[in-house]
């Protein structure tokens, strides 16, 4: 079983910055890729940044420039360094990890950006 747990996740002023981090567990836990979605209020949930077991990157085009993506050595955490945060960056971010059994999401943590 893949266990999938993000944290890092509050309520921050426009411009301000946040580091969320995920990890996942489980019985010879692996990954071919993890990433970070997003979902507002009352819209579908989104794409952010992904990263490779080989460290290749992908970010949405919204983030890039002020968000970025890294992994631990393990190959089993991921973090995200949020800069220049705006109130468009509000909801809640989820973790999903790619591998060979499937795919998997955590429960989320919540990013509030006030203006």
């Known amino acids: 079983q893949v266990r999938v747990v993000e944290s890092g996740g509050e309520l921050v002023q426009a411009g301000g910055s946040l580091r969320l981090s995920c990890q996942g567990s489980g019985r010879s836990f692996s990954m071919h890729a993890m990433g970070w979605f997003r979902q507002a209020p009352g819209k579908e949930r989104e794409f952010v940044a992904r990263i490779r077991v080989n460290g290749q990157t992908s970010y949405a085009d919204s983030v890039k420039g002020r968000f970025t993506i890294s992994k631990n050595k393990a190959n089993n955490a991921i973090f995200l360094q949020m800069n220049s945060l705006k109130p468009e960056d509000t909801g809640v971010y989820y973790c999903?990890?790619?591998?060979?059994?499937?795919?998997?999401w955590g429960q989320g943590t919540q990013v509030t950006v006030s203006s």
């Open positions: 999903n990890v790619n591998n060979q059994i499937g795919e998997f």
